[in-house]
């Protein structure tokens, strides 16, 4: 069982940065999937990016174009979410999510395992 726990949500001013951390324990936390999610008030949960145990990225390019970077620090098995360029649209709750094996995508119902969320908001 692969457990999640996200850390480093908070209020932000438009423009400002934030990094969320996302540490994993448990299972085979080497071999992870990890995805970042995110969802609006009165929306559906949506990918934000995503990144596979060999290093490969994608992400939602439509809600985040090269503001969001994604990345891992195996030593922690901890997977951060770097934040620039921050909007009030960005305002939601995040949450990290993990799959054992190869594949990656941001797709929800991909994912086995889910941390909390942390919240993020922006003000204008």
């Known amino acids: 069982q692969v457990q999640l726990v996200e850390s480093g949500g908070g209020l932000v001013q438009a423009g400002g940065s934030l990094t969320l951390a996302c540490a994993a324990s448990?299972?085979?936390?080497?071999?992870?999937?990890t995805g970042w999610f995110r969802q609006l008030p009165g929306k559906e949960r949506e990918g934000v990016a995503a990144?596979?145990?060999?290093?490969?990225?994608?992400y939602n390019t439509d809600s985040v174009r090269g503001r969001f970077t994604i990345s891992r620090d195996n030593a922690k098995n901890t997977v951060y979410l770097q934040m620039n360029s921050l909007k009030p649209e960005d305002t939601a709750v995040y949450y990290c999510?993990?799959?054992?094996?190869?594949?990656?995508?941001?797709?929800?119902?991909?994912?086995?395992?889910w941390g909390q969320g942390t919240q993020v908001t922006v003000s204008s």
């Open positions: 990144l596979s145990w060999s290093g490969a990225t994608i």
């Open positions: 999510a993990a799959r054992i094996g190869r594949y990656y995508s941001l797709r929800t119902d991909e994912y086995d395992y």
């Open positions: 448990g299972g085979t936390s080497s071999r992870l999937a």
